[in-house]
């Protein structure tokens, strides 16, 4: 069984900056698929980034350029870097794996960005 464990989350102003992390337990996490997703209140859940085991990165149109996916194998933890912060960054951000054909989520982890 795989947990994943976010953390980093906060209240921050327009323009400042989180790094969101995700601890895995119970996997082999050098061969996970990982991703962020985000949902704000009354919306669906939102693909943000993901990072293949092989470290490539994919990014939402709407966070390129700002936000930057990576991975510590030895830790076990993928990191969501978040830079120049938008009021409509405000979310519940989840982590996200994929492995062995199963997927996992974390719990959420709240950000909030004021203006």
């Known amino acids: 069984q795989v947990q994943l464990v976010e953390s980093g989350g906060g209240l921050v102003q327009a323009g400042g900056s989180l790094r969101l992390s995700c601890a895995a337990s119970?996997?082999?996490?050098?061969?996970?698929?990982i991703a962020w997703y985000r949902q704000a209140p009354g919306t669906q859940r939102e693909w943000v980034a993901d990072i293949t085991r092989s470290g490539n990165t994919n990014y939402a149109g709407s966070v390129e350029g700002r936000f930057t996916i990576s991975r510590d194998n030895a830790k076990n933890t993928a990191y969501l870097q978040m830079n120049s912060l938008k009021p409509e960054d405000t979310a519940v951000y989840y982590c996200?794996?994929?492995?062995?054909?199963?997927?996992?989520w974390g719990q959420g982890t709240q950000v909030t960005v004021s203006s």
């Open positions: 119970g996997s082999i996490f050098s061969l996970a698929f």
């Open positions: 996200y794996c994929r492995q062995f054909g199963n997927s996992y």
